[in-house]
């Protein structure tokens, strides 16, 4: 009896143990070659990202501009994906993951900055991992933003340490669209008008991108 009792134990035991190895990975997206741009909503969940003057928190508005983009491309017949639609926490290496595993041609994360010491600074930057391809996508869409919202150029800016940038195998940007540290930006950026300016620079950008690779 004893005997049979330690083998039923010992078989669920190792059934466990194979569940945990070769059936616990949740798949984040399911592989789809139509996706051809990810867009990457930063922070989310219990990571709010930074916190805008009047108490906004960044992953809100870094959602708002991602889920008009996304709407913008599918309009336009791109295969864009969305890492989150979401207020959930993601690791940068899920969002990572979800790029790499369906091949995309591109990444976008969107993001907003901010300062703690000096509330007057403004405008856009973009960052990028030092690649030629990643910094020649990332000047364009530097560009292509700043001729559709009238805002400081803070220029492009090469960031070597950033998951986000450094583990994705397609060129990859992350838009830090304007500071929320700033009154008069936070409030730009929390307006649809501002954020439909933003989204069709970021367009621009993906087609100019797009056209100087032949695709």
Not at 151 to 167: A, F, K, P, T, Y
């Amino acid at each position: 009896m004893r005997k049979k009792v330690f083998l039923l134990i010992l078989i669920i035991f190792l059934i466990i143990i194979a569940v945990s190895i070769f059936g616990g990975e949740k798949e984040l997206v399911d592989i789809n070659e139509n996706i051809e741009i990810v867009i990457d909503p930063g922070h989310g969940g219990k990571d709010p990202g930074t916190i805008s003057i009047d108490g906004r928190h960044e992953k809100e508005v870094n959602l708002e501009i991602a889920e008009k983009l996304y709407k913008e491309l599918q309009l336009k017949g791109y295969g864009a994906y969305l890492t989150r639609d979401e207020d959930i926490h993601l690791e940068n290496m899920d969002r990572v993951y979800i790029a790499n595993k369906n091949h995309a041609k591109l990444f976008i994360s969107i993001h907003c900055n901010a300062t703690e010491h000096d509330r007057s600074v403004e405008g856009l930057q973009v960052l990028y991992f030092p690649s030629n391809t990643s910094q020649k996508f990332a000047t364009i869409m530097q560009d292509s933003i700043l001729e559709e919202v009238n805002m400081s150029d803070m220029g492009i800016v090469e960031r070597g340490d950033l998951i986000v940038l450094n583990q994705t195998d397609m060129p990859a940007v992350i838009v830090e669209a304007g500071f929320l540290s700033n009154h008069s930006e936070s409030k730009k950026l929390q307006k649809t008008s501002y954020q439909n300016k933003i989204v069709k620079g970021i367009i621009k950008g993906i087609q100019e991108y797009y056209d100087s690779q032949g695709w």
